[in-house]
């Protein structure tokens, strides 16, 4: 019943594309097909939730004969299923309401409407596909569909340009998927997904189908060193659309690594967990480097998505160590965490895109640098968007903060790992990820700071006005689901626990019972957080502290120049800049991960030409893979190029050397 | 009766902690000074500092917006939940389970998020020096108090406060990791409460300023807050450097009056041997130059991620 | 009481871990000096602390050179050495502090690894003892390579000393004649080296190891 809904509401987005072809000729046509998408989205969520909350529910099969002929399309619906599609369809939803106030100020809307629907599409469909052929057709049309969104202002060459490392990358990751599947299909050529669980393997190729779901899911979440594409491909889309990239799409990768590595491949190897918790907190540390050094607030937010992404990957790690290890409760918190935190960044980061995009249609720029003061021109905004902020430093009593708690009580449970490279490893991860935490919170201090606080440092962001209501809607709405996530944090648990139980063979302990609505990670007697409980404490000690000042204090304000210790000035370019907030940390971090560089040019006494600072950074993941295997490929496919001149003798003769080759074989092999 | 009068003891340490910290203060002071052969300010001068605040008028600059009005309270909010939590003069109170070292490290953090965001709100280029700088310290720090936080916790089996002082007054043993651990949050103590070596708490030079640059705008109630919190900060620290290392004296949990009376008394002690010793500490080593600081709050990280390391190799380090 | 005294045993030395790390940490020629003052005092102690369970007096007379020798003696002598030969007050590192102190976590983690699975028969307690002391001397390593003033590369020299010092009391039944020998060996290595930088440091006005490369024989 949940299969037939959730895939009609996969054709319904279908067709609401369809329709987005001669939709942009309506006056409202724009806000038509928003409205569509935002009912299909709500019915897919509705039925999915109910799937995953009801107890007991069975997976759901459904075949279609549509797709290969010998094959059909295999489509089902289990407890990993459901939880990935609310997390998508509620992102979808989210910017579908903030598209019938953002898409109002798109130029062109015949680029986008037609493709945002057969986004949403692919992006169920890729969840919702129980068969190797469905799942990386949906996987490309939602590749395909993203890059056309991506290309929508192609007039810019840098946003040409990332387009067009996108669909390189794009197109890697689905042929390590590929090669992956055909893999795990092996030589009987069963791709339904069922038939996969149950085939036996040999020793080495487990191994094998972990790296290339590596690559090929691990692209497109964005691990470090796959994530290159991200950063470029994310901004360059309208805003609705860069918080379903970043929010959303990043999400069906991680669900596409979850449902080989966990469940296709059967039992991990110790060595599995030892990988994936390297990658993943490499990326984690390395994208909030990245995020702190940028002045385009999108591309800082991408970046932070690729951090965010590094704690999935870390939990994600743990869960199979401990698995590998027999430890099925801590596998069971491990993995509940990271579905937590996929849960929690979908809320968060799609609230601060949609923020970024209220910030870039109000004032019509990007650039942090040239913003500030907005907290006064733009006041609901700068609340909600605070609110996204405090969520992602992962602060109580907000949920980022309950995900993250949740994982460092994994890592206190690893000290029983048998194996010594573990037993190295995960001190340096936990250290690794509460570095990458306090940067985070540095990082959104800056952005916030520098683009909502001060005074503004040019005309169009002193002439800022606020956004359109549906836009704060959205926005409130995700805030409020934030709030919700982080001080009743025992209801998310317990709505994850099928999960677990299904893909690690455990469940947390039910948090439900627990009294005061805390949440318990192993016992109670170890270790329990209450985020209710911290809130109302919070809550009810600043209302004492304004009552009693209130009551004994002087109310009397008044309002002056500011005082900046005796000299203040007028010029707003003398308040601190984007890179002189971030000059300490690079300073700090940068000199060995980005090897950065300060010169300073200073004329001689009685020139009047101006002083000049240089910082020079490198991006060394570009520098020492992509530069190189860009290179290679030119040089090979240049010396390749002259076989499109050559004589029709010599392709004669080519084509004779071909048959005459083939004979051969055949005389010698037969 | 007994979940009233356990919500009423509970009470007393909110409000206990409330009232010391600023007579903490006044007693580091008084104890600097006497160490420089100074008379020194009276004992009860934060008393009526705060009391002299609250009582003038705020200037507000033209574009402070509504962030810099409420951020004291938000502010002093966290860091007194924070500090309430700590065990004082006895374990096992009515909300002891809620004091999560975590949430504790997590509740100071959001309390300096806010505090560098108020520093930024009106846009002066000190508001922005002392935000950077405070961002940079704890980018470094906050690790370090985490890999401080697991190193407890593996040796004590839980991160919860209470049976941390519990696990400790019922096991006490020299053990290296937790040698180390005490170093690491001694720096970080310093570092957080922006005590020299790495911010002079008594100076107004843009050189000298991180903590001080941030509030450098504010005046009258709002500056008493502020003043109030990082007051309660301070004692937070001492506090949990006595809960954890030096748990003799704490009251077990359902004890009586007695064991309660005992139980302050040797806090009190604690507080005022932990107060002179920061003195000390003060007047005998200068001031760091601001990158030195990084290194010294990545040696405490290191010190931390050294104590964590050797638990994970074996349990009796 | 056992466990009191194996643990204590354990504290000292993981203190000269600690205070081979805050070795690392120092900047400036003085401080470090004084430090390294620090490390022979807490060999000292650990040593004495090792005669004192293992009933073994022999140990208090090599507790008492640590601490006479190599706590007073040598480092007032370098100081005068500095002094005299007005040698540069900040010590250069090679790749920053905190690269280095990574670096020593590592090798801590090396020598874990190491003494942990290489002595799986021996006592657990003496084992992990021995793997404290084999931190200290892959750290005093560590610093004479990541060093490039001549006075940081000899204490880094000493506290290798003092970690192989450690170990040997920590395994029991060291006698006390190689005790001397090592000591004596120390003191005369000490002079040659002092009278070798006088001499340096006549010739070339400099004893950066660095400035120095330049005047060697063959260019590579």
Redesign the interface.
Known sequence: MTIVVALWGVAALLGIAVLGIPAQRIAAGSRLIYLGCLLACLTILVAACGSLLTVGSAAESLTLPIGLPWIGAHFSIDALSAFFLCVINLGGAAASLYALGYGEHEEIPGRVLPFYPAFLAGMSAAILAADAFSFLFAWEFMSLSSWALVMVYHQDADNRRAGYIYIVMASFGTLALLLAFGLLAGPTGSYAFAEMRDAQEAVWLPGLVLGLALLGAGSKAGLVPLHVWLPLAHPAAPSHVSALMSGVMTKVAVYGFIRIVFDLLGAPVWWWGSVVLVLGSATAVLGVLYAVLQRDLKRLLAYSTVENVGIIFIGLGLALAFKANGMASAAALAFTAALFHVLNHSFFKSLLFFGAGAVLTSTGVRDIEKL??L??RM?WTAFVF?GGC?AI????PLNG?ASE?LI??A??L??ELAQ?GL??L???V??MM??G???S??CL??A???TF???PRSPAAANAHETDRFSLAAMSALLVLCFLAGVLPGFVIDAIAPVAKALVGQRMPVQASIPWL?IVPVA???????GL??FI???S??ML??EV?HR???R??????????GY??PS?A???TAD??????R??FG??VFLSRERVEIPPPGDTRPARLTVQLRDLVWDVIYAPVGGWVSYASEQLNYLQFLTIRQYLSLVFAALVALLLVVAIWT | MDLRLSLAVQGIQMFLVLILAPLLLGFTRKAKARLLRRQGPPLLQPYRDLLRL??????????A???FRSGP??I???T??AA?LVPTFATGLQ?S??A?L??IT??L??AR?FL??VG??????????G???E??F??????AM??IV?TV??VA????LS?VADFMLAHVTLRVSLGLALVGLITVALAENARIPVDNPAT?L?LTMVHEAMV??YS??HL??LELAAALKLLLYISLIACIFFPWGLAPPGSGPAAYAMGALSYAGKLIIGGFLLALFETSIAKMR??RV?EFLGAA?ML??LA??L???S?SF | MATFDLDTAHMLAGGMVLVSFMLLYQDRMFSLLNVFALHAFVLSLSVAWQAYIQNAPHLYVTAAIALVLKAIIIPVALHRVVVQLGIHRTIETVG?I??TMLLGIGLV?LSM?VML?AAAQADPLAREDLALALSVVLLGLLMMVTRRNAVSQIVGFMSLENGLILAAAGAKGMPLVVEISVAFSVLVAFIVIGVFLFRIRERFDSVDVQALDEYRGERR
């Open positions: 500030g003061g907290i006064h006041p605070l405090v430093s992962a602060l109580p903060f708690w460092f009580q890592v206190l690893s000290p010594w037993k190295l995960v001190p340096a936990g250290a509460a570095l935490a306090a940067l919170a540095a201090v800056r916030y700071g520098i606080l001060g005074r805390s109670e007697s170890r270790s329990s957080y209450n409980l911290v404490f919070i809550a000690s600043a502290a304004a000042i004994f204090a002087s009397a304000v008044r309002r002056a120049p500011a005082w900046d210790c203040p000035d707003t003398t308040q601190y002189s907030f971030a000059q300490p940390l300073r700090v000199e060995v | 609250i009582r003038k008028q705020v200037v507000l600059a033209e574009n917006s509504w962030l309270y938000l002093f909010a966290a007194w939940v309430a909300f389970w809620a999560d975590i949430a997590a509740l953090g959001s998020f560098a965001l930024m709100d009106v846009g002066t280029a000190f508001g922005g020096i935000a950077s700088r961002m940079m704890a980018s470094l720090a906050e690790p985490i890999m697991f916790a593996l089996g839980s991160t919860q049976t107004h843009e450098l705008e009258g109630r008493a807050v601001v990158f990084p990280l931390g991620l964590t390391l638990l994970f190799i349990r | 920053g905190g690269t983690a690894v699975r």
